[in-house]
């Protein structure tokens, strides 16, 4: 454990202690309420965002590493999960149509939700998740201009009163993220640049618009000065003494 990732690990300890419970839901993207039951929430819940090659799922990793948390992601974090991943990602499905594609990355967050995350978090563990809702709302909503507002109506459906507390974004330009990617590029990595340029200002634009449900973090910077900008960002966001 690096001296940063000890400070981290012992910071978030501290949090645990006084963890919420019973908090009401936050939704990150300011969206409708789904079907909003009970507050029933105790971990925290934090969803790591940015486009392609942007460096969110080693710091999703590390940040759960420190905090014990359970580490997941969307989509294929579920058994069920991976078959719906495979089939989006596939360069094979082909004939997969948006509408249809946004309906996939739902039901896999809703099977995701039901299965692993509530639960989860209603026993009080963190979960740290490598994309969730915002990802469709860039990426189906802008990317392949299905609307952002329908999108996000439909994740509504999907995950409830299950909302991150934090988006943490890691930002980077589309020829950066691009040029780090390694092996054949999967469905929607192919996709135009165009494509990822409308996913990366959407991420930006939902950060600037709701600024208290969002970290952003330049991914260009050497690893380190990342890891420690991310660090640094947690403990300051959640008033964690270093
Ligand atoms: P990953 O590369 O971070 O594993 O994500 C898989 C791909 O799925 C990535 O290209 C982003 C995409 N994606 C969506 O298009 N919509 C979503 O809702 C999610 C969760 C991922």
């Known amino acids: 454990m690096t001296g ?17 419970v019973g908090e009401l839901r936050t939704d990150p993207s300011a969206g409708p309420p789904g079907n909003a039951g009970p507050p029933v929430r105790r971990g925290w819940f934090i969803a790591f965002e940015g486009g392609e090659g942007s460096g969110k799922s080693t710091q999703a990793r590390r940040i759960a590493t420190a905090r014990g948390a359970l580490l997941t992601r969307q989509p294929g974090g579920t058994e069920i999960g991976a078959s719906i991943r495979e089939l989006l990602l596939s360069p094979d499905t082909a004939g997969l149509s948006d509408r249809a594609e946004a309906l996939l990355m739902a039901a896999d967050r809703a099977q995701h939700v039901d299965e692993m995350i509530r639960p989860a978090l209603v026993t009080g563990q963190d979960v740290i998740c490598d994309r969730y809702v915002s990802s469709s709302l860039a990426y189906q909503g802008a990317g392949r201009m299905l609307g952002v507002e329908q999108v996000r109506t439909l994740s509504a459906f999907a995950v409830g009163d299950t909302w991150p507390d934090l988006n943490v974004l890691l930002d980077v330009p589309v020829d950066v993220g691009l040029a780090r990617l390694g092996g054949p590029p999967d469905r929607l990595e192919q996709l135009d640049r165009g494509f990822h340029e409308r996913v990366r200002q959407t991420f930006l634009d939902m950060a600037s618009a709701t600024p208290e449900h969002w970290l952003v973090i330049d991914g260009t910077q050497p690893l380190e000065q ?8 947690l403990i300051a966001r959640f008033s964690w003494s270093r």
């Open 4 to 20: 940063n990732t000890a400070d981290l690990h012992q910071s978030l300890s501290h949090v645990r202690g006084a963890q919420r």
């Open 226 to 233: 990342v890891s420690a900008r991310v660090d640094a960002a």
